[in-house]
């Protein structure tokens, strides 16, 4: 896994360090001694986790600067793309948000064991933390499989005005994008950029979709998530 992991950064011009692939490699075997007993991956092949979980998350580095910024990761599930983006850009202010209680204690116990700084994780669900925590994020990310307009409702409420929200997605989301553009314009969101990219040495094609916050998402939103999923925006 260690020289796929760099030559991987190198072919996506990251300079990473040897203790950041080490924290890498640290994280994906706590994560598969968990999933033994727990289901939080089926990729189990460390090839295959190098390239579609570390490799993939770390693509988000060329689409932001996230160096000092506060961050959350929105249905966070086992980690990704949170734990790689902390790992490789530590002084990240980073919060885990799953609404699975489990998922957050395996995450937390890597927090722990593993020394990280700057990093929590919270068992909470996305439109519950942000009454609490509405517009505090410079960034929200999220490899979550929701459509992207229920994905907006959950992240952009989290964002700061200025700051961001970026969706990882498949390649073939052009009906979803369009889908998506009302709920995004009504919480105060704009489509900046889309970047499609491949994940080095494979012939996977995936998407990041950049939604700048122009404006303050209005106080309704998000709204309970049974109305969410009842009646997307």
């Given at each position: 896994?260690?020289?796929l992991?760099?030559?991987?950064?190198?072919?996506?011009?990251?300079?990473?360090?040897?203790?950041?692939?080490?924290?890498?490699?640290?994280?994906?075997?706590r994560?598969?001694?968990?999933?033994?007993?727990?289901?939080?991956?089926?990729?189990?092949?460390?090839?295959?986790?190098?390239?579609?979980?570390?490799?993939?998350?770390?693509?988000?580095?060329q689409?932001?600067?996230?160096?000092?910024?506060?961050?959350?990761?929105?249905?966070?599930?086992?980690?990704?793309?949170?734990?790689?983006?902390?790992?490789?850009?530590?002084?990240?202010?980073?919060?885990?948000?799953?609404?699975?209680?489990?998922?957050?204690?395996?995450?937390?116990?890597?927090?722990?064991?593993?020394?990280?700084?700057?990093?929590?994780?919270?068992?909470?669900?996305?439109?519950?933390?942000?009454?609490?925590?509405?517009?505090?994020?410079?960034?929200?990310?999220?490899?979550?499989?929701?459509?992207?307009?229920?994905?907006?409702?959950?992240?952009?409420?989290?964002?700061?005005?200025?700051?961001?929200?970026?969706?990882?997605?498949?390649?073939?989301?052009?009906?979803?994008?369009?889908?998506?553009?009302?709920?995004?314009?009504?919480?105060?969101?704009?489509?900046?950029?889309?970047?499609?990219?491949?994940?080095?040495?494979?012939?996977?094609?995936?998407?990041?979709?950049v939604?700048r916050?122009?404006?303050?998402?209005?106080?309704?939103?998000?709204?309970?998530?049974?109305?969410?999923?009842?009646?997307?925006?």
């Open positions: 896994m260690t020289e992991l760099k030559n991987g950064f190198s072919a996506m011009k990251l300079s990473v360090s040897d203790a950041q692939i080490a924290q890498l490699e640290d994280f994906t075997a994560m598969l001694e968990t999933n033994k007993v727990m289901n939080l991956t089926r990729i189990t092949d460390p090839k295959e986790i190098a390239e579609k979980h570390l490799l993939d998350c770390a693509s988000l580095l689409a932001a600067d996230f160096s000092k910024k506060s961050v959350v990761d929105v249905g966070c599930g086992a980690g990704f793309p949170g734990m790689p983006l902390h790992i490789l850009c530590p002084s990240c202010e980073l919060t885990l948000l799953d609404s699975l209680g489990k998922r957050i204690r395996f995450l937390q116990g890597c927090i722990d064991a593993m020394n990280l700084s700057d990093i929590e994780a919270v068992h909470a669900r996305a439109e519950e933390f942000a009454a609490k925590h509405r517009e505090q994020y410079d960034f929200a990310v999220s490899r979550a499989v929701a459509q992207l307009n229920v994905l907006a409702e959950l992240s952009l409420p989290l964002v700061k005005q200025g700051g961001a929200f970026i969706a990882m997605k498949s390649k073939d989301t052009d009906e979803e994008l369009e889908r998506a553009k009302k709920a995004i314009c009504l919480l105060g969101g704009e489509i900046e950029k889309i970047i499609d990219y491949t994940i080095p040495h494979t012939e996977i094609t995936h998407r990041l979709v939604i916050k122009k404006n303050h998402t209005p106080k309704q939103y998000p709204r309970p998530f049974r109305k969410i999923s009842a009646s997307p925006l």
